[in-house]
DNA sequence: GAACTCTGTGCACAAGTGTTCACCGAATCG
DNA sequence: CGATTCGGTGAACACTTGTGCACAGAGTTC
C-alpha cells in the first residue's frame, strides 16, 4: 500500500496550495487513479470505490469532481483523443518527402503509443465493449481523424482527381490499418523490442502495399 | 418477465426428459441467457446471478455446471469460434473464380454475421477488452485463421512465389479488414440496410484495392 | 480577525454479489 | 420395488458496492 499518503497532508515540494490547486491535484489523481487501473481492468467493471481507494481519497470525495463514473469515463477519452491529436499534428507538421512518408508516420504512431500508452490502451479496449457514450464518441473521433487523412490525401497530385468516397475508402483502410499497429503495440510485453520491430515492418508493408494499390487504381 | 416458466416443469412438447437431457438443456439455457445478456454489456461485468436470473435458475444451480463464469466465458468463446470455423469452410467450399473470390467472400461474412450475430458481437467486444485467457484465445484463433488464409493465398499463380512472410503480412492485412468491416456491421443498427450496403461496398473495395497491391507488389 | 465557503471525512444504509450448506424429488440402477 | 444418484431449491453467510448526511478544518473574503 503505497497510497498512505493522505491528500489533505501535502507533499514536501509544495509548502501549501490554494483551494483550486488542492481541488485540481485530488482531480488529476482521480483521473489518473482511474487510468491505472484500466490497464488491467475495462471500464464497466471499474468501481467507485475502486477508483477513490487507488487515488487514496474517501469515497465521498469522488462526487465533488464528478457525478458518475460515466462522467468520469467521459474526460478520460476527452484526455486521450487530445493526446491523439497531438500526434495528427505532430505526423502534419513534420516535412513529409513522399518516399519517406510511410515509415516517418509509422515511427510517429509508435513513439505516442509509447508515450501514452495508459490512454492507447484505454481507448483500444473501450472501442468495441465500452458504455454506448464512450463507443460513440470514440468512433466519431475515429471518423473525424479518417476524414482528415483523406482530405490531405487529395492533396496529392494523381490522387486529387479521386472522388471523395473512393479516397475515404482510402483513408478508411490505412486508418484501419493504424489502428490494428496500436493495439499490436500496446498488447505486446513492454520489453520485446523485436516483437515490435516486426510489427513496425509488417505495418510498413501494408502500408506500402495500399500505395501500390492506390497507383494502380484506375489504370485498369 | 418471460422466464416465469420453471425448468422443472417440461415444455409441453417433451413430455419427460432423461436425465442428461434435462442437465444439458439448462446448461444451453444458461449459455443463451449469458449471450442475451453479453449483447449489452461486457463480460467483465456479468454477475453469476445475473445470468442465472436470466435463465430462469437459482444461482446454485449453476455450479452443477461451471466452475465459475470464466469457465463459462471461454466455453462461449469456443461456441463464437465454432460458428466462424464453419464459416470459413463454407467459404472455402465455395467455387473460386478468381474475379468473384472477393465479392462472394464478403457475402458469405456478412450472412454468416447476421446469422450468428450474438456470437461475433460477443467475441468483438471480448477481443480486446476481456479477461486475458478469453483474449489469448481470441487471438490465436484470429492468428490461426490468419496463417490458413496465407496458405490459401500461396496456392494462387504468382503468389506461389512470394516469401511466407510477405503472404502473412497480405493475410493479415485482408482478415484486418474483415474485421473491421464485421464490427460495423454488428454495431449498425438491424434495420439500416443502406448503410449495410454502403459498409459491403467499401469492404469490397479495400479488398480489391489490396489484391492491386498485390499484383503491383514486386513489379518496381 | 470574524464569517463564510468548500473540499475532504466518517458513518450509515439498502441492495447486490459469490459461495456454502442441508435438503427435496424425480430419474436411474440393482 | 427399494436404494441411490444427482440436478435442482432456499436460506444464510460475509462482503462489496453506490449514495446520503452531518461535520471538520483549512482556504477565502469582507
Same mark, same amino acid.
Do not use: C
Given at each position: 500500500?503505497?497510497?498512505?499518503?493522505?491528500?489533505?497532508?501535502?507533499?514536501?515540494?509544495? +509548502?501549501?496550495?490554494?483551494?483550486?490547486?488542492?481541488?485540481?491535484?485530488?482531480?488529476? +489523481?482521480?483521473?489518473?487513479?482511474?487510468?491505472?487501473?484500466?490497464?488491467?481492468?475495462?471500464?464497466?467493471?471499474?468501481g467507485?470505490?475502486? %477508483?477513490?481507494?487507488?487515488?487514496? %481519497?474517501?469515497?465521498?470525495?469522488?462526487?465533488?469532481?464528478? $457525478?458518475?463514473?460515466?462522467?468520469l469515463?467521459?474526460?478520460?477519452?476527452?484526455?486521450?483523443?487530445?493526446?491523439?491529436?497531438?500526434?495528427?499534428?505532430a505526423?502534419? +507538421?513534420?516535412?513529409?518527402? /513522399?518516399e519517406?512518408?510511410?515509415?516517418?508516420?509509422?515511427?510517429?504512431?509508435?513513439? *505516442?503509443? *509509447?508515450?501514452?500508452?495508459? *490512454?492507447?490502451?484505454?481507448?483500444?479496449?473501450e472501442?468495441?465493449?465500452?458504455?454506448?457514450?464512450?463507443?460513440? +464518441?470514440?468512433?466519431?473521433?475515429?471518423?473525424?481523424?479518417?476524414?482528415?487523412?483523406?482530405?490531405?490525401?487529395?492533396?496529392? /497530385?494523381?490522387? $486529387?482527381?479521386? /472522388?471523395?468516397? $473512393?479516397?475515404?475508402?482510402?483513408?478508411?483502410?490505412?486508418?484501419?490499418t493504424?489502428?490494428?499497429?496500436?493495439?499490436?503495440?500496446?498488447?505486446?510485453?513492454?520489453?520485446?523490442?523485436?516483437?515490435?520491430e516486426? %510489427?513496425?515492418?509488417?505495418?510498413e508493408?501494408?502500408?506500402?502495399?495500399?500505395?501500390?494499390? %492506390?497507383?494502380?487504381?484506375?489504370? $485498369?
Amino acid at each position: 500500500m503505497s497510497t498512505s499518503d493522505s491528500v489533505h497532508s501535502p507533499s514536501p515540494s509544495s +509548502a501549501r496550495l490554494t483551494r483550486r490547486e488542492q481541488k485540481e491535484r485530488t482531480r488529476v +489523481a482521480l483521473l489518473d487513479a482511474a487510468l491505472r487501473l484500466l490497464e488491467r481492468k475495462s471500464f464497466s467493471s471499474l468501481g467507485l470505490r475502486e %477508483v477513490t481507494r487507488e487515488a487514496g %481519497v474517501t469515497p465521498t470525495a469522488f462526487y465533488r469532481h464528478f $457525478d458518475s463514473i460515466e462522467e468520469l469515463g467521459l474526460v478520460l477519452i476527452d484526455d486521450s483523443f487530445r493526446t491523439l491529436r497531438q500526434m495528427i499534428r505532430a505526423a502534419r +507538421a513534420e516535412p513529409r518527402s /513522399p518516399e519517406h512518408v510511410i515509415r516517418s508516420s509509422v515511427e510517429i504512431l509508435v513513439r *505516442h503509443v *509509447h508515450e501514452h500508452r495508459l *490512454h492507447f490502451r484505454f481507448i483500444a479496449r473501450e472501442r468495441s465493449s465500452g458504455l454506448p457514450a464512450m463507443r460513440q +464518441a470514440i468512433r466519431t473521433e475515429i471518423r473525424l481523424f479518417t476524414s482528415e487523412l483523406a482530405t490531405d490525401l487529395a492533396r496529392f /497530385p494523381y490522387l $486529387d482527381t479521386w /472522388p471523395t468516397e $473512393d479516397l475515404g475508402v482510402v483513408a478508411t483502410l490505412i486508418v484501419n490499418t493504424m489502428v490494428s499497429t496500436a493495439e499490436a503495440i500496446v498488447d505486446a510485453p513492454t520489453d520485446s523490442r523485436e516483437a515490435e520491430e516486426e %510489427v513496425i515492418r509488417h505495418t510498413e508493408k501494408q502500408l506500402l502495399l495500399i500505395a501500390l494499390g %492506390v497507383s494502380a487504381w484506375r489504370r $485498369d
